[in-house]
């Protein structure tokens, strides 16, 4: 891969303290960018950010709750003060959730998990758009293969995830004449935190993964696939195999889809 696509490149990365968004800021590092890191926990940001200089990159760390839109607007301005400019967002932060729909007691938690996982990409890209267009950028969103097809316990993930999807497909089609590239990814099972650090019935955290871990892709690959569909400026990449078998299934198939899909709850935690 040339060093030319990402060198000195501004690469905003959300969710970058730890999993994927801290692991693709490791693996863009050597290409010498200039990284924005963004999440909540600024100290742990600080250490990704040292092991990313010591391969060679420029980093800037904005500590950012994503589900503030006050921050996410900062978070971008900040960002085009201390560069120059935005060449690429990546909208990687979010929160798991697993609970059936009966257990839930308040809806109240869709609203919270939509402000995360929804509007904490719809905001900074929205504030990021007018740089984007004068880069001829990119905008990169971490989705879901839980934004493709229902997972059972999933309602409240899959209902952000299938909004992120639509959203971001549709910007693609609006801004993609105007030289901006919309990139959407979706990892299935990953080998991170996510799951355990993600919330229950009650919203709080769960302290377990509801899915059937094995098998599960290293956060190493993960990474490595949206690094490369970043450098080729792909327009989606459905991560593994049956990721891609779902997807085409669903379409002549529903049934056998929902099948899977029930397999993938964990049988013990």
């Known amino acids: 891969m040339s060093t030319a696509v990402f060198q000195d490149k501004v690469i905003v990365i959300t969710g970058a303290s730890d999993g994927i968004g801290a692991e693709l800021a490791r693996q863009l590092a050597p290409f010498k960018p200039k990284l924005v890191l963004a999440a909540r926990r600024g100290d742990a940001l600080e250490l990704v950010a040292k092991d990313c200089e010591a391969k060679g990159a420029q980093t800037f760390v904005v500590p950012t709750d994503v589900a503030v839109e006050s921050e996410c607007r900062a978070l971008i301005e900040k960002s085009a003060v201390q560069f120059g400019a935005i060449d690429m967002l990546v909208n990687n932060a979010g ?14 938690v869709y609203e919270s998990l939509m402000r995360i996982n929804l509007m904490g990409s719809i905001w900074p890209t929205h504030a990021a758009l007018s740089h984007l267009k004068r880069s001829q950028g990119q905008v990169i969103a971490v989705a879901s293969l839980a934004g493709l097809v229902g997972v059972p316990a999933r309602t409240t993930y899959c209902a952000t995830k299938f909004a992120q999807t639509g959203f971001f ?11 901006v590239n919309v990139c959407v990814v979706y990892p299935g099972v990953v080998a991170t935190e996510i799951r355990r650090n993600g919330w229950n019935a009650k919203g709080e955290t769960a302290g377990v993964s509801g899915l059937a871990e094995e098998g599960a892709m290293s ?26 078998l779902g997807r085409w299934l669903k ?19």
């Not at 697993?98 to 308040?106: K, L, P, R, V, W």
């Not at 190493?220 to 970043?230: F, G, K, P, R, T």
Request: aromatic share 2%; hydrophobic share 45%.
């Open 95 to 108: 929160v798991s959730m697993h609970a059936n729909f009966e257990d839930i007691e308040s809806t109240d």
């Open 169 to 179: 497909e549709a910007l693609r089609v609006e801004i993609e004449p105007q030289g």
């Open 219 to 244: 956060v190493e690959a993960c990474a490595s696939l949206i690094v490369n569909a970043m450098a080729q400026r792909k327009r989606e990449v459905v991560m593994s195999a049956k990721g891609k």
């Open 251 to 269: 379409l002549i198939a529903p049934s056998v889809v929902d099948n899977l899909a029930r397999k993938a709850l964990a049988t013990k935690h």
